[in-house]
């Protein structure tokens, strides 16, 4: 695809200390640490970090980053870039393609001197109703996560997990439901996704997830009705359903609520001996991350003859697309994964 003449995307994508450094650009894509120019995929904790000069990436993304950092911590200045536009940064093109994976995440696209590559940030390939869906951006050079890049890894229908917790909600009317799930992303798409299943009651809240969802709402994502759960009042949540960091699910705080019916929606709760000893009741296997399966087709989709590998399994993942011709490398980025699921949960 790329002309004969065209440069290979090493000879100006570079890993350094500080991330992916486009060279010719003289900026940043996720950095590490605070850099004078960054393009910013995605809000989550890894991608996203405070103190740039100038930011770059969606408007969801630049006001999920400010109500997380607060004003002036996200950039002391930003430019939201929308979807489907192209700007030119010192002779390279950047555009940004929807990659489903939370609010405003974006895949950084970039163009130099006829040479292509595409930085998906973290991705996923199943619907969700709070974010627009991954779209494939043909390139010389795809950078992937690699989370969930084993065989074992292959995700259900989030539609079916979601019966599940409704089901046992039905079972059990006198129990609160506590489901651990991250505050950026996962909680409202568990929330959206409870009211595509036609649960219209109020969805109780921890309040570290309180303030996202009230973010969500301001950039158009209606969520319905959103109560502070309150565990001094824990009568008043017998039936409810309690969204959770899972950490406040595996600690006292959620043992206080009436007989919890402990759940965490992740993509690590397909291995059921981690969901055992985390002491969790009902394992729902809901990820925001790309599985083996969605991996594979991706690769296949944007038809790069080589494939960086930013964090996650990536020897399984680069022996696979061998298989296939593709070249694989590890990047070995590091600071990947501190958010969101995309690091192994520790046993309990
Ligand atoms: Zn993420």
Not at 22 to 36: H, K, L, W, Y
Not at 66 to 76: D, K, L
Not at 236 to 258: E, F, M, N, T, Y
Not at 266 to 290: C, T, Y
Request: aromatic share 6%.
């Amino acid at each position: 695809m790329r002309p004969v003449n065209a440069p290979h995307p090493e000879t100006w994508l570079k890993v350094t200390p500080s991330g992916l450094y486009c060279e010719p650009g003289g900026f940043f894509i996720d950095p590490t640490r605070a850099v004078d120019r960054a393009v910013i995929s995605h809000g989550h904790s890894d991608h996203a970090r405070p103190g740039h000069r100038a930011v770059l990436a969606t408007r969801e993304t630049l006001a999920i980053m400010t109500a997380r950092m607060g004003e002036g911590r996200a950039g002391e200045t930003q430019q939201a870039l929308p979807f489907g536009e192209a700007l030119t940064i010192n002779g390279v093109r950047v555009w940004l393609r929807p990659a489903g994976h939370v609010l405003g995440s974006a895949q950084v696209c970039m163009e130099w001197r006829g040479s292509r590559a595409v930085v998906s940030g973290d991705y996923k390939r199943q619907r969700d109703p709070t974010c627009a869906p991954f779209e494939p951006e043909p390139c010389d050079v795809f950078v992937t996560e690699a989370t969930f890049a084993l065989p074992v890894f292959r995700h259900p229908l989030p539609e079916a997990e979601i019966a599940r917790l409704l089901r046992s909600v039905a079972l059990f009317p006198e129990r609160t439901h506590v489901v651990g799930c991250y505050s950026l992303g996962k909680c409202q798409r568990l929330i959206a996704m409870l009211r595509q299943a036609g649960w219209e009651g109020p969805v109780h809240l921890h309040g570290a997830h309180v303030a996202l969802c009230r973010t969500y709402e301001e950039l158009g994502v209606p969520l319905g009705p959103l109560r502070t759960a309150t565990v001094a009042k824990k009568d008043d949540l017998k039936g409810a359903i309690v969204l959770a960091p899972p950490s406040a699910v595996a600690d006292r705080w959620a043992r206080r609520l009436a007989e919890p019916v402990v759940a965490v929606a992740s993509g690590w709760m397909r291995v059921r001996q981690r969901a055992k000893q985390g002491g969790v009741e009902l394992p729902l296997v809901i990820s925001d991350h790309a599985d083996w399966d969605e991996l594979l087709a991706t690769a296949a989709e944007v038809q790069a003859p080589e494939i960086w590998v930013t964090h996650g399994r990536e020897d399984a993942l680069i022996h696979a697309l061998s298989l296939r011709g593709i070249r694989g490398r590890a990047l070995h980025l590091v600071g990947r994964g501190e958010e969101d699921e995309g690091e192994e949960p520790a046993a309990a």
